[in-house]
């Protein structure tokens, strides 16, 4: 019995040492790990598919989360932003910065899958790998700036009638609207499958 209550102890800790030790989602994580592995890439010559990247969303997942981008706490609750954290937003506020890091989260999350398709291809074309990883990194970037633009604002002493207004007039990001439009055809066909 003695054994056994140990063995459920250590079982216990191993656990709760692996959850602390799970980094928390952020943009950081997903240009690291990319470019992480460009550099193993580089340095041996060859591509292991198994080492791939994993395409993840950020903001569109199960549960509550919280995605940290450059010091900037983003709330979600079951695939929704729902906040950012220590702000006081509006509900305008939130819908107006959750569509542009909803797209964003999209089109990265497109672009690690297609550079992980291309790696894949029994036709693997170094040249669209390059495109889909620029554009990967892209658009990380772009979500770093919409944050960091948003903070910068939402700080600036306003009131919240001209902080909706500078929210709504916020720069938009460099997105390429054809890959995206592309990418809502294929996810809506495949809803219209399942449904069928």
């Given at each position: 019995?003695?054994?056994a209550l140990?063995?459920?102890?250590l079982s216990l800790l191993m656990i709760s040492a692996?959850?602390?030790?799970v980094k928390p989602f952020s943009t950081e994580g997903l240009s690291a790990t990319r470019a992480n592995f460009n550099k193993n890439l580089i340095k041996l010559d060859s591509v292991d598919i198994d080492d791939l990247p994993t395409p993840i969303y950020?903001?569109?997942?199960?549960?509550?989360?919280?995605?940290n981008i450059d010091g900037v706490t983003v709330l979600t609750n079951q695939r929704e932003i729902i906040g950012i954290k220590d702000m006081d937003l509006s509900e305008e506020s939130i819908?107006?910065?959750s569509d542009r890091l909803i797209i964003l989260d999209k089109l990265q999350k497109a672009y690690s899958e297609a550079s992980n398709d291309e790696y894949k291809s029994s036709k693997r074309n170094k040249n669209k790998i390059v495109f889909?990883?620029?554009?990967f990194f892209a658009v990380l970037r772009s979500m770093r700036t919409t944050l960091k633009d948003f903070k910068n604002m939402y700080a600036a002493n306003?009131?919240?009638?001209t902080k909706i207004i500078s929210v709504a007039a916020m720069r938009s990001p460099n997105i390429d609207w054809e890959f995206y439009c592309r990418l809502i055809q294929v996810e809506h066909q495949k809803t219209l499958a399942l449904t069928k």
């Amino acid at each position: 019995m003695n054994n056994a209550l140990k063995i459920i102890v250590l079982s216990l800790l191993m656990i709760s040492a692996k959850a602390q030790s799970v980094k928390p989602f952020s943009t950081e994580g997903l240009s690291a790990t990319r470019a992480n592995f460009n550099k193993n890439l580089i340095k041996l010559d060859s591509v292991d598919i198994d080492d791939l990247p994993t395409p993840i969303y950020l903001f569109s997942r199960d549960g509550k989360q919280e995605i940290n981008i450059d010091g900037v706490t983003v709330l979600t609750n079951q695939r929704e932003i729902i906040g950012i954290k220590d702000m006081d937003l509006s509900e305008e506020s939130i819908k107006n910065i959750s569509d542009r890091l909803i797209i964003l989260d999209k089109l990265q999350k497109a672009y690690s899958e297609a550079s992980n398709d291309e790696y894949k291809s029994s036709k693997r074309n170094k040249n669209k790998i390059v495109f889909y990883d620029r554009r990967f990194f892209a658009v990380l970037r772009s979500m770093r700036t919409t944050l960091k633009d948003f903070k910068n604002m939402y700080a600036a002493n306003q009131n919240d009638k001209t902080k909706i207004i500078s929210v709504a007039a916020m720069r938009s990001p460099n997105i390429d609207w054809e890959f995206y439009c592309r990418l809502i055809q294929v996810e809506h066909q495949k809803t219209l499958a399942l449904t069928k």
